[in-house]
Structure formats: structure tokens, C-alpha cells
């Protein structure tokens, strides 16, 4: 049996050194994490994982000498042009899908182009995928808002073959889904339902889900079975999870203790806050650092005894709503420090890149509060990953409920990120919390995220992937 993991890009980019020589960089990201976490550690799992490679070559022999080098990681590509990049990633999935999925309607853009390009790349996955399938051998997992079309596709050819698809972003409300025009909202839920199991992180994307797919094709469910023209398709909630071990391992190594203690000596007498995250609109970064400001206005006493250390990763700087956000974060922070710093303070710390992963976990252990505010996020894995990075079981997780992580990460203190004056209590809150209520928060949380970890979400998927399939077979056998 092996795995084929299809997913818009690979878990590496590959990029030109100064020889003009391949150089593979690890991709970012919550689905590379999580999903490479389980293909790194799982050493016996057979495998091939097929995306976007990061370069546009069209030049046949280069294509051919990436593809033999991409092997020896179980790596298959699909090229994809320059003109196919910008419509179908930059165009649809990141101008039409992200924002929608994320309720903002509002900066959606409905372009057809966009949709026809989205439905011609989704064909040049299933045409690339059609080299390597073996339809008794394979199982396929497609992930992710770009390959939604993906699973209908491969069906076409291939009806006994297993497939699973799992949504990483959220699943909207009806009447949000219904916002894409007639055709496309049909064949979007048409080509999901060509998969044999849909998963999604929470209860509420799946209703969702269930709800769009009764009301625009009609088809009623059973415990979350659907029957679709005599072939049944589970629909599942499935939520992700992280390599719990990894991080705690690595908060526990010497180097990261001593780097811990580094950034601790650095901000001396100091209350740490901390935040990572892509740059993204529905992060929540502007609202984290007006909540700030609110904080620092409201209880003078604090100023000179906190830092908020904020790390932007920089993502999809291609789209105008990404370069405007940059702007925004840019200037809110120039301001709140025009405002606040003195000769020895300075507020907000702030670093636009990215850090290494010992780096991270010295950041997630060294600080005292963690500030998770997205204004919509499907789960959120920096929250999951602090928790476990907190060894000493100290700190306190601030945490929007409009994050699925919010569903299992009871203990946190939940806010609205809509309200600024919510995010700025909740950092007067968890600065008076005592030790002990901490640790019992922290260590509550830690016990259920060691349990369901990412080899258990790994696991469950593909034994309920396995149990439609088996049940499909008997239903055809009787
Ligand atoms: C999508 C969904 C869902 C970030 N900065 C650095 C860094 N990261 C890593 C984090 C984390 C990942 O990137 C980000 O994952 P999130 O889940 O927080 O967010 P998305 O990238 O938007 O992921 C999300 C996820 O898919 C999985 O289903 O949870 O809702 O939007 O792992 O650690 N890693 C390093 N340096 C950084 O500076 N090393």
C-alpha cells in the first residue's frame, strides 16, 4: 500500500543557487508541518507526495533532471507555468476561495478566468497523477481549497480507487458558500463528493458542508454518509493536530534551555508577549496590536514591563490585500512605538522573516503570554505549538474563538478578536494569573494535545478512509 499526498505545493521549493545548481528549501506552513511531521517519522511509510515544485521551468530536460531529483524524497512534480501560478494560485485560490472561506466577502473577486484556469490546473494534477496511480495499490489524500475539483476528476478514471480530501481553511456557512456563482458552488461540492471520505478540523465546517451539499445538489445525509449516485462518501470532522513530542523534545534540549534563557536575560524584568504567524489578513495582526495599544493606554503601570515580540512571515506578497496588510502592520507599529517607547523601552519588537525551528520553540518557551487572534482560521497550529513548547508549564495562551483550535484548547483564554478592548483585558487577565492556575491550564491542555496528536489525526483519517471504502464494497456486493 502507498500513500499518494497531493497537496498544491511540495513540502520543498526548489530554488537556483548562485551556480544556477537546485537547491531544496523546506516549504512553510501549517499543511507541510503537520503532514511532513508524519512522512519524516513514519520511516517504513511508503509514499509519494505530488504538488507544485516552486519553479516554472517550461524547459523539458530541466523538468525532467527536477523530476529524477525529487524522487529520492518520494516527490513527483506538477509544473506549473507563470500565467497558471497567477491565475489559478495568486487568481482564484488566494483572490476568490481564501477570502470567501474566510468571510470576506467583501475583497472576493469573481473573475471567470480565474475559475477556468482553477478548473485547467486542477485537470494537469489529475493528468500528472495519472503517470504514477495504481488504482489497487494507492491510496490518494488531495488537500487542500486548491484541488477541490481534484477528487471527481481522478473518479472519472478510476471508480475503485481510494480517495480522501481534507480541507485545511474553514468550511463556510450556506449562505456564504452561496456567494459563488451557481456553476461553480456545484461543481466545487461535485468535485469533493469524487472522494471517498471529506475531512474537515471542526463540527461546524462539516455542518456546513453537509448543509451546502443537501441544499445546491440535493443529497440528503446519514450520520454524516452520504449516498451519491449509489457510491458512498463519508463526510468526517478530522482536527488537525501537531508532532507533540518534537516540540516538547526540543524545548527540553540543552541548545534551546540556553537560547531560552537568552531571550529572557535580553528582556530582563520584562513580561514577554509573543506572536507568529504568516503575513495574513485573517490573522488578526492589526486587531493584536490595537488590543496592545489599548493595554498600554489602560494600565500605565505596565509600560516598561512588557515587550510584545511579533514575527510576520512574509506569504503571497503577490496579492494587493497582502502588501496593503504589510503596510498597515508597518505603520500601526511605527505609531504605537512613536507613541509609547522611552530612551530604554521599546514596546513592540518586530521582525518580518521567519525563524529557525529551535529559534521558535525558544520564542514560544521563553515567552509569558502567547497571542493567538486570528479573525478566522481553520485551526491554528502556533497555538497547539506553544502549548506543548511550555515544559516549565508556564504561560498563558490567548486565543480567538474564531480559531478552530478554540474547540479543544478549552483552558486558553478565549476572546472576540473583533473587540480590541477583549484582547487588551485578556492580557491585564493573564498577567494576574497565578502560577498555579498556569500550569493546571497548561498542563490540561498538553495532555490532550500529547494524546491527539498528528500521528493520531494521520492514523484516524486513514482507518475511516479505509472503513468507507470497505463499506462501499460490501454495500456493492449485496
Ligand atoms: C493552514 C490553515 C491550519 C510559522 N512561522 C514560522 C513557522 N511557522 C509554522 C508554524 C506552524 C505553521 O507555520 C503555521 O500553521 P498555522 O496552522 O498556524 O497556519 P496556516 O499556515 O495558515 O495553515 C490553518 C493549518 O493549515 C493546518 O491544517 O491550522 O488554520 O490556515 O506550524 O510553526 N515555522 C518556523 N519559523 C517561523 O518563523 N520554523
Given at each position: ?86 491565475k489559478?494560485?495568486?487568481g482564484f485560490c488566494n483572490r476568490t476561495i481564501w477570502p470567501l472561506f474566510?468571510?470576506f466577502p467583501t475583497i472576493a473577486s469573481f473573475k471567470k478566468e480565474y475559475y477556468n484556469m482553477y ?57 456564504v458558500f452561496q456567494l459563488l456563482p451557481s456553476q461553480w458552488r456545484?461543481?466545487i ?290
Open positions: 500500500m502507498r500513500i499518494v499526498i497531493v497537496s498544491n505545493r511540495l513540502p520543498v521549493s526548489i530554488t537556483k543557487d548562485k551556480k544556477n545548481n537546485n537547491k531544496f528549501q523546506k516549504s512553510a506552513g501549517g499543511l507541510a508541518t503537520s503532514i511532513g511531521a508524519y512522512t519524516e517519522k513514519i520511516t517504513e511509510l511508503s509514499y509519494t507526495w505530488v504538488g507544485w515544485p516552486g519553479i516554472g521551468t517550461t524547459i523539458k530536460s530541466e523538468q525532467d533532471e527536477i523530476t529524477d531529483s525529487l524522487q529520492n524524497i518520494h516527490c513527483y512534480p506538477v509544473f506549473l507555468t507563470e500565467k497558471e501560478m497567477d489559478f494560485y495568486l474566510h468571510y478548473k485547467s490546473v486542477n485537470l494537469k494534477f489529475a493528468k500528472a497523477l495519472s503517470n504514477i496511480i495504481n488504482e489497487n495499490e494507492d491510496i490518494i489524500w488531495v488537500h487542500d481549497y486548491h484541488l477541490m475539483l481534484l477528487p471527481s476528476l481522478l473518479r472519472q478514471s478510476y471508480p475503485t480507487l481510494a480517495i480522501g480530501f481534507f480541507l485545511h481553511i474553514p468550511f463556510p456557512a450556506y449562505e456545484i461543481e461540492i461535485e468535485g469533493l463528493l469524487g472522494a471517498d471520505l471529506i475531512g474537515f478540523h471542526t463540527h461546524e465546517y462539516t455542518d456546513n458542508f453537509l448543509r451546502a451539499t443537501l441544499r445546491f445538489a440535493g443529497l440528503e445525509n446519514h450520520l454524516g454518509v452520504i449516498n451519491n449516485k449509489g457510491r458512498l462518501v463519508k463526510v468526517g470532522t478530522h482536527p488537525i493536530s501537531i508532532d507533540y513530542l518534537k516540540f516538547s523534545k526540543t524545548a527540553k534540549s540543552p541548545s534551546v534551555i540556553s537560547k531560552t534563557q537568552e531571550i529572557k536575560n535580553q528582556f530582563k524584568n520584562k513580561k514577554i508577549l509573543f506572536s507568529v504567524d504568516r503575513l495574513d489578513y485573517t490573522k488578526g495582526i492589526l486587531n493584536r496590536l490595537l488590543g496592545f495599544e489599548y493595554f498600554l493606554d489602560k494600565y500605565p503601570a505596565w509600560r516598561e514591563s512588557i515587550t510584545l515580540i511579533i514575527v510576520v512571515v512574509p506569504s503571497r506578497i503577490g496579492v494587493f490585500h497582502y502588501q496593503q496588510m504589510k503596510k498597515q502592520i508597518d505603520e500601526t507599529i511605527g505609531r504605537i512605538n512613536g507613541k509609547f517607547s522611552t530612551v530604554e523601552w521599546t514596546p513592540i519588537v518586530y521582525k518580518f522573516g521567519s525563524l529557525d525551528f529551535e529559534n521558535l520553540v525558544s520564542f514560544y518557551s521563553a515567552s509569558d503570554i502567547m497571542l493567538v487572534t486570528p479573525l478566522r482560521d481553520g485551526m491554528n497550529l502556533v497555538a497547539k505549538e506553544f502549548i506543548a513548547s511550555k515544559q516549565e508549564k508556564n504561560g498563558v495562551l490567548i486565543l480567538s474563538e474564531m480559531a478552530g483550535s478554540a474547540k479543544e484548547l478549552l483552558e486558553a483564554l478565549i476572546i472576540n478578536p473583533n473587540s480590541i478592548e477583549e484582547i487588551g483585558e485578556a492580557i491585564k487577565k493573564a498577567l494576574d494569573m497565578s502560577k498555579e492556575e498556569q500550569s493546571q491550564r497548561i498542563e490540561k491542555m498538553q495532555e490532550r494535545i500529547s494524546r491527539y496528536n498528528v500521528f493520531r489525526w494521520v492514523s484516524d483519517y486513514l482507518n475511516e478512509l479505509n472503513k468507507t471504502t470497505l463499506l462501499q464494497k460490501q454495500m456493492e456486493s449485496q
